[in-house]
């Protein structure tokens, strides 16, 4: 279970079956605003493979597509994303470009006439590797108790 999970349990669900699933989502959580915002520090999200918003709650559809392809490369990779949507004028005075990384945060361009900016933290969930054990031997079935303390699944002995 995430802090996400804890924090909102109405996302946990949704996530637990995801889980099930043995398909890959993401927590999105906003983590600093500046600002006129819709979305406050705290509001959280859950996020569909494919970026799509699944409950939760991030503010407006100005950062959508930011989160959509930080989402994408979180699950891709399976590193956490820090991505900073701003006003453009913001992005020139730091020395940014949209699309750029400095110090592990992603910028985006914020367009939305509120002028304010939003960094987001994505978190990826990705399903659990698979342990193929064959054979039922001491040493298979010693694997077999082992493997959920190394958060591997265990898939069907052979």
Known sequence: MTPAEIMYPELSDAAQDLREKDEPFAFATIVRTSGSTAAKPGAKAL???????LGGWLGGGCARGAVKRATLKALETGVPQL?????EELLEKIGVAPGDEQDGVTYSRNGCPSRGSVDIFIEPCLPLPQLVVFGASPVARALTDLAPRFEWAVGESI
């Open 47 to 53: 996020l569909a493979s494919d970026g799509t918003i």
């Open 83 to 87: 991505i900073s949507v701003a006003p």
